[in-house]
C-alpha cells in the first residue's frame, strides 16, 4: 500500500473532489492496481536531507506552535502541528481562553483551506492576472487624488476587527483621510443584536458570558455552543457548571433544533416571533416592561411562569441569552430581564468592541467612531459617492441580504479592490483582486471573544504567494510596504511602550510560546444606561405570517472562506445528517400541509422577492412549525470546485431594515414536482426499541446502574501484561459539536468521498456522531460511535487472512496492508463502524501528500479502516517512555477526539491502571456498554446521560 | 482394432500431454516469485557524491552518531546536512571534483539527493531510536559499513528477517556504549547478559510482535 | 428417499424408449456429437437456434470479460455494496451458483451407490453442469475482493511476511471445500467420459476428432481388465464425491452462520442450505433436460420418468426449504430476541418484502402443483416450475445476503443496497458463460454417457424377457 503520487495528481486538483472525483479514481486506478501487484523492485526514492538543519526540527518529530485562527475577526488559540516545517494538525490551545486546549471542527479544518490548492494565486486585474507591482502603481495614483479629496471618496470593507495592529492601521488611515469611511460587514453576526446593544449601552458592546457562574439558563435561539468564536468556551463553561453541584439547568426555545436543545432539561419549538412573546411575559411578570406585553392565557402561561420562578429564584446565576433570530426589540427584552435579574457583572458581561484609535491634535488617541454598517455604504455606491473600495476579507456580493443588491452598486465603483483568500464573486466583480495570505501564512494578531489579545504566528510561507492585509493597509496609509511582521511588532512595541530591546524581544518570545500576548481586563464592564433602560420599548410584532423564514448559520459552513473545504461540506450536520448540501428545514406539520417528503423542492418567495428561490426541503422532527429555516452559505458562483453549485442561497430572500439585515422574513410556500437527491449518512433516528443511548435520574446517579451484567463467555479471559487500553464517552457531556470527527479526520488521513459516495453509504468518518430521537418525540440524544475495540470482537474471528488483529495490550487492530477485503468483518461488525475504500479514495494532490499525517498509512482501494485509538499516538507516547525508561503514565496518551473535545466527553486511557481517569469514569454507576448483550465487552463503554426530574418544565414537577 | 497413431505422432501427443505439466511449473514458479522479495540483497546503490563508508568510518574512525545526528532521539537516524559534510571539507578536500555537489549544494541551498538504501514501504514504520536505546547495534542491520567503499544493502527488508529478531531480541542486544561499534560484540557470561537485559528492559516478544508495533 | 419414488412409479414408464439396441443407442449419442445425422452439418436455416444461443452467448461471455477487466481497475465499488451492506450480488450469485451446482454430484455419485437406473441418461450432463456452475461460482468471490490482487493470500503457502490464513474464517475453510468439489467433481466426470471418448475415437470420421478424442481416450481398448479398473475407480470416486455433496454448501452455509448478524447467525442453515442447492441443481436439471430433449429427439433416453422422478425430488426440496423458512420465522419469534425478530419482520413488510414474498411464492407454493401426477407429467409446466424456482433460489439468497444486514443492530447504522448496473451485468453475464459452456460441452463431448446407456439397453432387455 505504498502512497502514490501519480503523474496525473496535479489534474486531480484542477478536476475537483465532488464532480470530478469519480474522473480521478479513473485515472487513479490503473496506478493502485500496478501499487497492488507490486510487480518487480518498488521505484527508487531519494533522501534530501536539510542543507542546514534548523534548531529543533529533525525530521519526523513533530514541532508545535502556538498561533490564532480568526472567528467572525476574534482570535481562537490554536497549537498547529508541522512535520518537517509542514502544518498538518491543528489542535487548541491550553493557555488560550477561548480554546482551553480544545478545537472546533472549523478550526480545524482550516488546515484543509491552508493547502487548498484552489486558493487564489495572483493578482486580477479586471478577469486579467495581474502584478503587486502594477497594483501599487494604480493605487498610489488613486490614493493621491483620494488623499487630494481628503479621502472623500474613500470607503474600507472588512469584516469584525479585533487585531489591534489592523485597528491602528485603520486608525491611521481615517487619520490621514478624514472624510474616508469604514464599514463593518458581518455576515455571519446579528445586527438586531448590536442594534439593541448600541441603544442600551450607547456604543459597540457584546456581551460576553460566564457560564461557569450560572445555574440557571435560558437559550432563546442562541447558538451558545457555536460555531463561533466563544462557542468552544461557552460549552466547556456551562459543562463545568453542570457538573456542579446544584446541576445546573438549561431551557432552550428553538425555531429549529439546535445544540442547547440537546443538552436542555426541556426544550420547547416555538416559532422567534413566540420566543418574543415568551420575552413579554417574563419581563412584565418581573414588571420590567412598560405592561403592554398582555398575558396572552394558554399552554404557554402554565410553563412560562414556572420558567419565570425558576429564573428569578437563581437570581445572578441565571442567563437568558437571545439568538440571531430574534428582533432588536427582543434583545431589549432580554437585557432588561437579565438586569432584573442581575446577572449583569456576574453570567454576563458587557464588553465594549475595540475601535480604532483616532489620534487629536495633542498626540494622544481618542476612540474613532463606530464602524457604519453595510447598508450604508450600499446607499453612498448607489449615489455615486465611492470611487476607491477596498474589500478586506469579505464577500458581499455573495453574503450581503438580497434585498441590498450589492453587486449593483459595485459596479458603479471607479475602483473596487477585493482581498482574499479564493478568487469568489466579489473577487470577481471588482476591478483588482489581491490574493490573501491564510492566517497560518502571515504574522497579524487578535483578540478573542473576551479581548485576550493573542499573535498570529505563520507556520508556513505563503503557498500560493497571498499578502497580509497590513502590508495592503500599510500601503494605503503610507505608501510603503513593511513586512506584516515589522508591523504587529512595532504596535506592541508601541503598546507595551519599551524601549528596551531585549525586554521586548524576551517578552515577544514568551508572547509566541504561550499563544497569548495580553490577558483580558475583567473590569472593562460597560456600564448600562439607565434611562434607555426604562425607556418605551417599541410596538411589539404585528400578528405572525403564516410562514416565516429564519436564516440561519449554516452548522458548518459559516463563513465564506471554509466554503471549498471538503472536510467542512462531507461533516454531516448534527440533526439532519445532511452532506455537501443545505435544505430548507420545516417541521412535519407544516410538511403534511403542503404534502413534502423529504427533497421534494419548494419555491420560496417573499413579498420584494417575487420570484423566490427554489430549495429543497427536509423534514426536521423538533422543528417549529410555521418556520422554515434557511441555512446560509451556501448557493456559491465562485470560489472553489467544492464550493460552487451546491445547496441555494438564502441571502436572496433577506431583507433590511433600517440598516439592519433581518434574520426572518414572512415567504410563501410552493411546491415545484421536483425532487432533490440529498446525500445524508444516517437515515433512521428512532431507537426501535433498542437502548444503544441510556438515562439515569438525577438523584439515582449513584444507586441505579445504567450497565447490564456481562454475560458469561466461553473465550478464556485475554491476560494482558502492559496497560489495555480502553475510552468512555460521557453522553451527558457531549453536545454533537462534531469537533472529534473533523480532529479524526485531520490525524488519521481520511478521504472525503464526494457527495455521490456518501449517498451510496461509503462515507468514510470513522468517528460517527449518532442522533436519536426518543421513541417518545424526547429531546435528542447524540452518541459519537467509534470502533468500540471489542475484547470478543466479532471482526477477528471471520477475516481469512488475520487482517484485524487484537494486539497484546487489547487493540483491535487493522492491518491495512493485510487487508484482501472480503468486508465480512464489517458485516459481522454489529457496531457498523468499519469503513471501507470501495474505491481508491486518497487524495493524490500533491497538497495532500504534504499536509498528510505522515505516522498513519495512506490506505489503498480495497481495504477496510476503523477507529485505531490512535495508535500512532500510543506508539509515539510508548517510545518516548522507553527511552526514558519509565513506564506509561495516565495522559501520555491523548486521542485526537479526546484532544479536542470542549466538553471533556470524552476520557482515553488506561484502564488497567486503577488510578486512571478512564478507570475511574468506568467505575461510575452511569457506566454501560452498547448492545452488552452481544457479549462484545467493548473496551468504549458511554456514561449514561443524567435526567434531571425536577429540572424539566412539564406539567407533572408543577409546585 | 488398427494403431492410431504412428511413431511420430506418438511423440507429439507426449508433447502435449507435457502441457499441463508445464502448466504446473509454471504456476509454481509464479509463487515463489511473487514470495520472493522485490528488493534483493548485496545491492550497490550509486549516489551523487561518492561516499565511503569504508574510509569514513573504517580509516577515519568516525562515529556513525556525527552524521546520523538524531538516529538515538527521532524515527529517522537523519542523514548529514550539507553544512555537516562542509564541517570537514570546507578543509579537506576542498576542490576534489567529487565534492563539487557539495559546494553547489551550500551556495544554492538545494539538498543533495542521496538515493536511499533500505527502502521500508511506507506502511511499515521504523523507528531507529528506540532500537538504538534497546541495544540493538546499527551493525546487526546495516552491518559493516566500515569495510563497504560503497554502501551495500546487507539483506532485503523483508518481514520475516524483521520478526527473526523480535521474537527473540534477547541474544541480539549489545551494552548501550557499544551501539555504534562495528566489530562484533564479545560474548557475554550468562551474569553479564542476564544484567544487560535488566538494563535495557526488553519488551516482551508478545508486544514486539503484534501487527501494531509496525503497522498503523 | 429414491427407492420410495421406485415405487411409486408405475412400471408403465421405463427408463428407457421402446426398441433401442446397443448399437442404435452409441449411434444416436455419437451422432449427435460426430455430425452424422446431427444437426451441425445441414445450414444455418436448419438449426439458427443453436446458432443464435452460440452467438448470444458467447457476447455475453466476452461482456463478462471487459466487465471483470474494468472492475479490476475501477474497484469493487463498482457494485452497490456499501457499509452496511458489505455483501451484495456477488456474494448472492456466488451461492446460488454453487447450490446450481450440486445436483450433478447429487445424481451421478450418490444415486450410483443407490443403484438409481434412472441417472444413468441423464448425469453426464448434470455432471457438466456441476462443473460449470461450480467454476462460475468460484469467480464471484474473487471478483468481490476488494484487492483480488492478492486472493491467493487465503492459501496457506510459506511466505516471506511469516504469515498463516486465519484458520477460525469459514472463507478459509470455503476455500478448500470449493477446490476440492471442483476437483472431484471433475475428475468423477472425466473418468467416466473415458469409455465414451474410446468410443468417439473409434467412429469419428476425420483424423484431426480421432487424434483430439484418442488422446483424451488416454488409449482405452475397453478389454475386461480396462472395465474392471474403470468400475472400481469410478464407484471409489462416487464414494468420495459423496460426502462432498453435502460438505461444500455446509461450509457455505457457515459462512454465514458463523456471522453474528440476524438473519445469519442460525443453527439450521447447514442443511437449509444444502437442501435449497439440491432444489436450484434440479430445477436447473429440468431446465436443461426438457431443450435437450425435444431439440435432439431424446425422448427416448430422457424419458418422461426421469422428469418425473427429478420432478419429485424437486418436490421433496421445495418441501424441506419451507420447513427451513418456517423455522427460521419461529426460532425468530421464540427466541424473543429483538433483533431476529425486528429482522424478520422487515422482511415480512420491509423494503425488500416484494422480493422475499416473490420467492416464497415460486419455491414454497409453486412446486406444491408437483403433488399432481398430470403436472408432473406435463413437460411445459414443468419447464416454467423449474424457471420459477431457479429465479426464486436466487431471490432467496438474496435476501439472506442483503436484507440481513441493511438493518441489524445499531438503528443509526441502518442503510439501503440499490444494485448497480454492474451487479446486473455480472449476473446476467454469468448467466451466458453457463450457456456458452454448455452449448460448447453438447456439441463436442457425448452429452449421454454411451457405455452405461448400452448396458442399460442390457438390463431392460433382460427385464423383457419372460
Known amino acids: 500500500m505504498r502512497r502514490l503520487v501519480a503523474p ?814 472480503t468486508r465480512f468483518c464489517s458485516n459481522n461488525c454489529p457496531y457498523k463502524v468499519r469503513r471501507f475504500n470501495f474505491f481508491d479514495y486518497a487524495d493524490h494532490d500533491p497538497s495532500a501528500a504534504a499536509r498528510a499525517n505522515p505516522d498513519v498509512t495512506v490506505r489503498q482501494r480495497g481495504v477496510m479502516e476503523k477507529c485505531t485509538y490512535c495508535v500512532q499516538r500510543i506508539s509515539h507516547a510508548r517510545i518516548e517512555a522507553q527511552k526514558q525508561g519509565r513506564p506509561l503514565r495516565d495522559g501520555d496518551v491523548v486521542t485526537a477526539c479526546e484532544a479536542t473535545c470542549p466538553t471533556q466527553a470524552i476520557v482515553f486511557g488506561d484502564t488497567a491502571d486503577p488510578r486512571s481517569r478512564v478507570s475511574r469514569a468506568k467505575a461510575s454507576a452511569r457506566n454501560y456498554t452498547v448492545l452488552a448483550e452481544l457479549n462484545t465487552r467493548p473496551r468504549t463503554s458511554y456514561l449514561a446521560r443524567i435526567h434531571d426530574k425536577e429540572a424539566g418544565l412539564e406539567e407533572e414537577d408543577d409546585g | 482394432m488398427p494403431q492410431l497413431l504412428e511413431r511420430s505422432e506418438v511423440l507429439l501427443v507426449k508433447l502435449i500431454l507435457l502441457v499441463p505439466v508445464a502448466l504446473l511449473v509454471l504456476t509454481v514458479a509464479g509463487m515463489v516469485w511473487r514470495t520472493t522479495s522485490p528488493v534483493e540483497p548485496g545491492v550497490a546503490v550509486p549516489q551523487p557524491i561518492p561516499f565511503s563508508h569504508k574510509h569514513h568510518v573504517g580509516d577515519d574512525g568516525i562515529d556513525c552518531r556525527y552524521c546520523h545526528t538524531t538516529v538515538e532521539t527521532s524515527a529517522s537516524a537523519g542523514m548529514p546536512t550539507t553544512g555537516i559534510c562542509l564541517s570537514c571539507h570546507s578543509q579537506l578536500f576542498r576542490d576534489a571534483p567529487a565534492l563539487a555537489p557539495l559546494h553547489e549544494s551550500m551556495q544554492s541551498g538545494k539538498p543533495i539527493a542521496w538515493n536511499r538504501v533500505y527502502d521500508l514501504p511506507d506502511f511499515v514504520f521504523f523507528n531507529h531510536s528506540i532500537h538504538v536505546n534497546k541495544g540493538v547495534a546499527c551493525v546487526s542491520c546495516h552491518g559493516r559499513v566500515d569495510r563497504m567503499p560503497v554502501l551495500v544493502r546487507q539483506q532485503a527488508p523483508d518481514m520475516q528477517w524483521c520478526l527473526d529478531c523480535h521474537r527473540d531480541p534477547s541474544g541480539r542486544v549489545v551494552p548501550l556504549d557499544h551501539i555504534t561499534a562495528m566489530e562484533s560484540f564479545p560474548a557475554l557470561s550468562d551474569a553479564q547478559a542476564e544484567q544487560l537485559l535488566q538494563s535495557l528492559r526488553l519488551e516482551d516478544p508478545r508486544r514486539l510482535t503484534d501487527c501494531s508495533t509496525c503497522h498503523r | 428417499m429414491a427407492e420410495h419414488e421406485e415405487k411409486a412409479v408405475s412400471p408403465g414408464t421405463p427408463e428407457l424408449g421402446a426398441g433401442w439396441t446397443a448399437g442404435g443407442v452409441t449411434d444416436k449419442i455419437a451422432g449427435v456429437v460426430l455430425g452424422r445425422g446431427g444437426p451441425w452439418t445441414r445450414g444455418w436455416h436448419a438449426h439458427w437456434r443453436w446458432r443464435s444461443a452460440l452467438l448470444i452467448s458467447f457476447g455475453g461471455v466476452l461482456t463478462l470479460l471487459a466487465a471483470s477487466t474494468w472492475l479490476f481497475m475501477r474497484g469493487v465499488g463498482l457494485f452497490g455494496v456499501n457499509i452496511p451492506v458489505a455483501w451484495g450480488f456477488a456474494l448472492g450469485n456466488f451461492v446460488w451458483w454453487i447450490g446450481i451446482g450440486h445436483a450433478g454430484t447429487f445424481i451421478s455419485a450418490i444415486l450410483l451407490l443407490l443403484r438409481q437406473r434412472w441417472r444413468t441418461s441423464i448425469n453426464r450432463y448434470a455432471e457438466a453442469m456441476t462443473l460449470f456452475a461450480a467454476g462460475i461460482a468460484g469467480l464471484f468471490p474473487i471478483f468481490h475482493l476488494g484487492r483480488p490482487w492478492f486472493a491467493y493470500w487465503l492459501l496457506p503457502y510459506p511466505n516471506r511476511m511469516e504469515l498463516w490464513p486465519q484458520w477460525r474464517s469459514p472463507l478459509v475453510w470455503d476455500i478448500f471445500a470449493i477446490s476440492t468439489y471442483l476437483l472431484v467433481s471433475l475428475l468423477f466426470w472425466y473418468v467416466g467420459l473415458i469409455p465414451d471418448l474410446a468410443s468417439l475415437r473409434d467412429k469419428a470420421a476425420s483424423r484431426g476428432k480421432r487424434l483430439g478424442y484418442g488422446i483424451l481416450a488416454l488409449g482405452w481398448r475397453g478389454d475386461a481388465r480396462h472395465w474392471r479398473h474403470y468400475e472400481t475407480a469410478y464407484l471409489l470416486l462416487a464414494g468420495l464425491a459423496t460426502p462432498l455433496v453435502v460438505s461444500v454448501h455446509t461450509v457455505v452455509a457457515l459462512d454465514f452462520s458463523i456471522g453474528n448478524t440476524p438473519g445469519y447467525h442460525s443453527t439450521i442453515f447447514p442443511p437449509y442450505f444444502v437442501a435449497g442447492a439440491l432444489f436450484s441443481g434440479f430445477a436447473m436439471v429440468i431446465t436443461l433436460a426438457i431443450p435437450l430433449r425435444h431439440y435432439f429427439r431424446l425422448h427416448d433416453f430422457i424419458t418422461l420418468r426421469h422428469l418425473e422422478l427429478a420432478a419429485k425430488v424437486m418436490l421433496a426440496c421445495s418441501l424441506f426449504v419451507a420447513y427451513g423458512y418456517a423455522s427460521e420465522i419461529f426460532t425468530a419469534y421464540y427466541s424473543g430476541d429483538t433483533y431476529e425478530i425486528h429482522m424478520t419482520q422487515d422482511r415480512f413488510t420491509g423494503m425488500y418484502a416484494p422480493v422475499y414474498w416473490v420467492y416464497m411464492f415460486c419455491n414454497v407454493v409453486v412446486p406444491q402443483l408437483l403433488w399432481w401426477r398430470r403436472a408432473r407429467r406435463n413437460v411445459p409446466t414443468l419447464l416454467v416450475v423449474s424457471l420459477l424456482v431457479n429465479a426464486g433460489m436466487w431471490m432467496e439468497r438474496f435476501v439472506i445476503v442483503v436484507q440481513s444486514l441493511h438493518a441489524d443492530y445499531l438503528p443509526s447504522a441502518w442503510g439501503v443496497f440499490l444494485p448497480s448496473v454492474w451487479d446486473w451485468v455480472f449476473l446476467l453475464s454469468s448467466i451466458a458463460l453457463f450457456v456458452w459452456l454448455f452449448l460448447m460441452f453438447i456439441r463436442y463431448l457425448p452429452m449421454i454417457s454411451m457405455a452405461e446407456m448400452r448396458g442399460l439397453v442390457q438390463e431392460t432387455a433382460e427385464e423383457a424377457k419372460p
Open chain 1, 8 to 821: 496525473t495528481a496535479s489534474t486531480a486538483a484542477a478536476i475537483g473532489v465532488d464532480g470530478g472525483r469519480r474522473r480521478v479514481l479513473k485515472l487513479m486506478a490503473a496506478s493502485a492496481a500496478l501499487a497492488g501487484s507490486g510487480c518487480g523492485q518498488p521505484p527508487p526514492e531519494k533522501i534530501r536531507p536539510y542543507v542546514n538543519m534548523p534548531e529543533g526540527m529533525a525530521p519526523g518529530d513533530p514541532v508545535f506552535y502556538a498561533s490564532t485562527l480568526l472567528r467572525q475577526g476574534c482570535g481562537v488559540g490554536v497549537l498547529v502541528e508541522t512535520e518537517s516545517g509542514r502544518p498538518i494538525k491543528i489542535e487548541g490551545n491550553p493557555a488560550h481562553p477561548a480554546s482551553l486546549g480544545a478545537a472546533d471542527a472549523q478550526s480545524q479544518a482550516a488546515i484543509l483551506t491552508l493547502w487548498d490548492p484552489e486558493r487564489s494565486r495572483t493578482v486580477m486585474r479586471g478577469g486579467q492576472p495581474s502584478t503587486w507591482t502594477t497594483l501599487l502603481d494604480s493605487l498610489a495614483t488613486q490614493m493621491g487624488q483620494e488623499a487630494a479629496a481628503r479621502g472623500g471618496g474613500l470607503r474600507l470593507l472588512s469584516g469584525p476587527v479585533s487585531s489591534p495592529t489592523l485597528l491602528a492601521q485603520i486608525g491611521e488611515i481615517l487619520a490621514r483621510f478624514p472624510e474616508a469611511r469604514w464599514h463593518v460587514h458581518d455576515p455571519a453576526g446579528c445586527d438586531a443584536a448590536k442594534h439593541a446593544a448600541l441603544q442600551l449601552f450607547g456604543g459597540p458592546v457584546q456581551p460576553l458570558y460566564r457560564l461557569e457562574h450560572a445555574h440557571t439558563v435560558l437559550s432563546l435561539d442562541a447558538e451558545l455552543f457555536g460555531p463561533s468564536a466563544d462557542g468552544l468556551r461557552n460549552a466547556h463553561d456551562f459543562m463545568n457548571a453542570r457538573r456542579g453541584e446544584p446541576r445546573a439547568r438549561m431551557y432552550a426555545l428553538e425555531s429549529t433544533p439546535g445544540l442547547c436543545g440537546a443538552v436542555a432539561d426541556t426544550r420547547i419549538a416555538l416559532s422567534p416571533a413566540g420566543m418574543e412573546a415568551v420575552l413579554d411575559m417574563i419581563a412584565s411578570q418581573l414588571g420590567v416592561s412598560d405592561a403592554m406585553a398582555e398575558q396572552r392565557p394558554g399552554p404557554q402561561a402554565a410553563w412560562v411562569s414556572r420558567l419565570c420562578t425558576r429564573l428569578s429564584a437563581a437570581h445572578g446565576a441565571s442567563a437568558v441569552i437571545p439568538g440571531h433570530s430574534l428582533s432588536s426589540r427582543a434583545h431589549l427584552l432580554a437585557w432588561r430581564i437579565n438586569t432584573r435579574l442581575g446577572n449583569l457583572g456576574r453570567t454576563i458581561h458587557p464588553i465594549a468592541q475595540r475601535l480604532p484609535p483616532a489620534p487629536l491634535a495633542d498626540g494622544t488617541h481618542d476612540a474613532a467612531p463606530a464602524p457604519e454598517g453595510l447598508g450604508a455604504l450600499v446607499q453612498a455606491m448607489h449615489d455615486g459617492d465611492v470611487q476607491t473600495l477596498l474589500m478586506l476579507d469579505v464577500n458581499p456580493v455573495y453574503d450581503s441580504p438580497g434585498a441590498l443588491d450589492f453587486a449593483r452598486g459595485l459596479s458603479r465603483v471607479a475602483c473596487s479592490i477585493h482581498m482574499g483568500l479564493y478568487r469568489d464573486e466579489t473577487a470577481h466583480a471588482s476591478n483588482w483582486h489581491i490574493p490573501m495570505a491564510h492566517e497560518l501564512e502571515a504574522w497579524s494578531d487578535a483578540r478573542s471573544f473576551d479581548g485576550t489579545a493573542s499573535l498570529v504566528q505563520p507556520v508556513i510561507a505563503p503557498l500560493y504567494g497571498g499578502l497580509s492585509a497590513h502590508e495592503v493597509l500599510d500601503m494605503l496609509a503610507h505608501m510603503r510596504t513593511r513586512s506584516a511582521h515589522e508591523l504587529v511588532r512595532a504596535q506592541w512595541r508601541n503598546a507595551w511602550n519599551m524601549n528596551d530591546a531585549e525586554e521586548f524581544e524576551r517578552r515577544w518570545e514568551e508572547a509566541l510560546r504561550r499563544g497569548v500576548i495580553e490577558e483580558a481586563q475583567a473590569d472593562r464592564l460597560v456600564p448600562i444606561d439607565e434611562k434607555a433602560l426604562k425607556a418605551r420599548l417599541p410596538e411589539g410584532p404585528g400578528p405572525e405570517p403564516q410562514l416565516i423564514a429564519v436564516f440561519a448559520n449554516d452548522h458548518n459552513i459559516v463563513s465564506c472562506n471554509q466554503a471549498n473545504n471538503a472536510w467542512l461540506q462531507e461533516l454531516p450536520r448534527p440533526y439532519t445528517k445532511i452532506t455537501w448540501d443545505n435544505a430548507a428545514l420545516i417541521g412535519p406539520a407544516t410538511a403534511g400541509r403542503h404534502g413534502l417528503r423529504n427533497g421534494d423542492v419548494v419555491s420560496l418567495t417573499s413579498a420584494d422577492k417575487p420570484d423566490g428561490l427554489l430549495a429543497p426541503v427536509w423534514i426536521v422532527p423538533g422543528q417549529a412549525e410555521g418556520v422554515v429555516t434557511l441555512p446560509l452559505g451556501y448557493g456559491r458562483h465562485q470560489g472553489g470546485s467544492v464550493a460552487q453549485g451546491r445547496g441555494f442561497d438564502a441571502h436572496v430572500l433577506q431583507e433590511v431594515r433600517n440598516g439592519m439585515s433581518l434574520r426572518s422574513a414572512a415567504v410563501q410556500l410552493r411546491p415545484t414536482g421536483q425532487h432533490h437527491a440529498f446525500a445524508a449518512t444516517q437515515h433512521e433516528m428512532g431507537l426501535a426499541g433498542r437502548e444503544p443511548v441510556r438515562s439515569v435520574s438525577l438523584h439515582a446517579r449513584d444507586g441505579a446502574d445504567a450497565a447490564d451484567a456481562a454475560p458469561p463467555s466461553l473465550y478464556p479471559p485475554r491476560q494482558y501484561g502492559g496497560p489495555a487500553w480502553g475510552m468512555t464517552v460521557d453522553l451527558d457531556a457531549c453536545i454533537g459539536c462534531n469537533a472529534c470527527a473533523i480532529a479524526c479526520q485531520a490525524e488519521n488521513n481520511i478521504p472525503s468521498v464526494g457527495p455521490e459516495e456518501v449517498a451510496r453509504g461509503r462515507e468514510m468518518h470513522w468517528m460517527r456522531i449518532d442522533v436519536y430521537h426518543a421513541d417518545s418525540g424526547g429531546r435528542a440524544q447524540f452518541q459519537p460511535m467509534a470502533c468500540q475495540h471489542c475484547e470478543n470482537a466479532p471482526c477477528e474471528i471471520v477475516c481469512p487472512v488475520g487482517a484485524t488483529m487484537h494486539d497484546s495490550e487489547g487493540l483491535n487492530v487493522q492491518v491495512y496492508n493485510r487487508c484482501v477485503g
